[in-house]
């Protein structure tokens, strides 16, 4: 059974930076493309950044584009988000699964890790 820990989050002032790391056990981590996502209180789930299973290609929702970057390392089974210059709005629960989000591909969601920006 596939489980992915998120881990990272906590309460940081606008302009801070927090590092999010998800830890993925239970199938061949190196053969999916993995994302991050979020989910503000009262809002839908929406995609962060994706990056492929090398690594090689990432991509961004266009409300953090030049603010995050992901990135993976294979060996650790874990994939990372570093975000910078936070503001309020990046307020939400975090969460990583694979990317693209499909039925065949996506694991169960864990827990998530709550990031918190105050202005």
């Known amino acids: 059974q596939v489980q992915l820990v998120e881990s990272g989050g906590g309460l940081v002032q606008a302009g801070g930076s927090l590092r999010l790391s998800c830890a993925a056990s239970?199938?061949?981590?190196?053969?999916?493309?993995m994302g991050w996502f979020r989910q503000a209180l009262g809002k839908e789930r929406e995609f962060v950044a994706g990056?492929?299973?090398?690594?090689?290609?990432?991509d961004y929702g266009d409300s953090v584009q030049g603010r995050f970057t992901i990135s993976r390392d294979n060996a650790k089974n874990t994939v990372y988000l570093q975000m910078n210059s936070l503001r309020p709005d990046d307020t939400a629960l975090y969460y990583c699964?694979?990317?693209?989000?499909?039925?065949?591909?996506?694991?169960?969601w864990g827990q998530g890790t709550q990031v918190t920006v105050s202005s």
């Open positions: 699964n694979t990317h693209p989000l499909t039925i065949a591909t996506r694991a169960a």
């Open positions: 239970g199938r061949t981590f190196s053969a999916y493309g």
């Open positions: 990056i492929s299973r090398n690594g090689g290609t990432t």
